[in-house]
């Protein structure tokens, strides 16, 4: 008798945990943890070599708008990465880029506080490296640091910016990589309806985008690559697109096959609706990209092992469509600076 | 003893026409097979003595330190490796690895791609001291830090007790 009650209990608690598992939808393990995955950061990270502060921020700001930067004084930092395109530029190619082989598309300076690898191949360890990089490109900037560092000493009214940032006056290539790389950590996201659902707001997200995250995070394993709350792993990946560029796979040895054509997992926050997307700008609609993840891209021997074909309804695309969009927080407000003369 | 000269006289006969002379002299001056075979012989022992350090080194015992990949991170370790010693890296995360370690003149070795539920190997230098980092080609947030350090030696003398 006992043993058969112990049957009974046994069978009603089974019936029991599949009928929480039908009515709530727990075929997506771990929903509240994987909600915690993405949830922003409280602060602004920065080296303990070049501490964030409002001053070195604002000399940042002040060059970062400067076409003085430029060596025929007619680009700036602010001419590729410009506030009203999400800090980028909106172009399949980087001005001046046009006749250029294997040129890339301009990343987004948004949230690249929290970069250690920069540059589509990351061959930029920090911020402050990459900051002289697109200085010192010929068909970018096209100017030399002591160049630059001679041009800036003559101009009074950096004097009191730089004193302010460093205690000084004194104008160094040093200095003026701190402070580019300072302002551009301040560029951090405006909070999204995604930011606002992970934090217990149920409405901030329509249905069909949480459907379409659980097919992120789910059947489209769009999560393994574009993970956290900047949605990228910070890594590297051939996804099979057609191209001659080695990208990473020219930074590293050879026998690292997998970085052949591979480029960096760029974050999907504040994507412009219409792209250009991926590294060389090659698509033009989300819905493009989505196709082009579900049918894996070119296989060949450097593809990501992430790549692994899936198919969607056209209702998933447009559900995994939707979630995309709720990463959007608008526009960062900018007050454009007093640029010295 | 029943040791022949190459002229096949007994060495007896030969070493008591040359009772004046060192033994070692005597041996490689009239027998013209011993010199090499001393030379041999004091060449081992001079290769000997240069490798008493590796000797000693080869007497440690081999340790091997266990490190896990939990996708884009090492889980924590709390060893401190020492030369000779294997560290062994289990790839437990769902993604591929391409680990590399940059030693402290910066030789880079490289340990390959690394798939899912696979382990690689590094055997530390016999000679390593210093700070070897392991970082990921594919995913650069992968670092650590190992210090390598040689076990110190033991005190020869007991300190004098008050």
């Given amino acids: ?341 | 003893m029943n040791l022949i000269t190459n002229a096949g006289v007994p060495m007896q006969a030969t070493f008591a026409r040359h009772a004046t002379i060192s033994n070692a002299y005597y041996l490689c001056h009239v027998n013209k097979i011993n010199w090499r075979v001393w030379f041999v012989v004091l060449f081992a022992f001079f290769m000997w003595g240069n490798s008493a350090n590796l000797h000693a080194e080869a007497l440690q015992p081999v340790t091997t330190h266990y490190m896990t990949l939990s996708h884009h991170e090492f889980e924590p370790w709390d060893f401190v490796p020492k030369p000779g010693d294997v560290i062994e890296i289990a790839n437990n995360s769902d993604i591929a690895h391409a680990i590399y370690i940059t030693y402290p003149d910066d030789t880079v070795v490289n340990m390959g791609v690394q798939i899912s539920g696979t382990i690689v190997r590094w055997t530390i230098p016999a000679d390593a001291a210093g700070e070897y980092l392991l970082q990921c080609w594919i995913h650069p947030i992968i670092r650590a830090r190992l210090m390598v350090k040689a076990p110190e030696a033991l005190p020869s003398i007991e300190p004098a007790s008050k």
């Avoid at chain 1, 001053?55 to 700001?61: R, S």
């Avoid at chain 1, 400067?66 to 004084?73: A, M, N, Q, V, Y």
């Avoid at chain 1, 590729?80 to 172009?91: L, M, Q």
């Avoid at chain 1, 900051?131 to 490109?137: G, K, M, V, Y």
């Fill in chain 1, 1 to 341: 008798m006992a043993t058969r009650t112990r049957l009974g209990m046994c069978s009603m608690s089974l019936l029991l945990a599949l009928f929480v598992m039908t009515t709530t939808d727990a075929s997506w393990a771990g929903d509240i943890a994987s909600k915690d995955d993405y949830r922003r950061p409280e602060g602004i990270l920065s080296p303990s070599t070049n501490p964030l502060t409002e001053e070195k921020a604002l000399l940042g700001k002040t060059l970062f708008f400067d076409t003085k930067l430029s060596r025929d004084r007619k680009m700036s930092c602010a001419t590729c990465h410009s506030p009203d395109k999400r800090w980028s530029d909106g172009r399949l190619r980087p001005l001046g880029a046009e006749n250029i082989p294997n040129a890339r598309r301009t990343p987004t300076v948004l949230n690249s506080a929290w970069l250690n690898a920069l540059m589509w191949d990351g061959r930029a360890g920090s911020l402050e490296a990459q900051a002289i990089l697109p200085i010192t490109t010929a068909h970018e900037m096209n100017f030399d640091m002591v160049a630059l560092v001679d041009r800036l000493k003559v101009i009074e009214g950096y004097r009191p910016l730089f004193k302010e940032a460093f205690g000084d006056a004194a104008v160094t290539k040093k200095r003026v990589a701190e402070a580019l790389a300072s302002f551009q950590r301040t560029l951090v996201s405006q909070p999204s309806p995604f930011d606002q659902w992970v934090l217990g707001d149920v409405n901030a997200m329509s249905e069909r985008a949480k459907k379409g995250f659980k097919i992120f995070t789910g059947k489209a394993q769009c999560a393994s690559c574009h993970k956290s709350w900047r949605f990228t792993d910070d890594s590297f990946h051939d996804i099979g697109l057609q191209t001659n560029d080695l990208g990473r796979g020219a930074k590293v040895p050879v026998e690292i096959v997998l970085m052949q054509h591979a480029f960096k997992t760029p974050s999907l926050r504040d994507l412009p609706i219409n792209g250009p997307y991926m590294h060389d700008g090659s698509m033009s609609s989300l819905d493009e990209v989505i196709r082009h993840y579900e049918k894996g891209g070119i296989d060949r021997q450097s593809r990501s092992l992430e790549m692994k074909t899936f198919e969607l309804t056209d209702e998933e695309r447009l559900a995994l469509i939707d979630f995309v969009k709720t990463l959007d927080g608008g526009p960062l407000p900018v007050k454009l600076p007093h640029i010295p003369e």
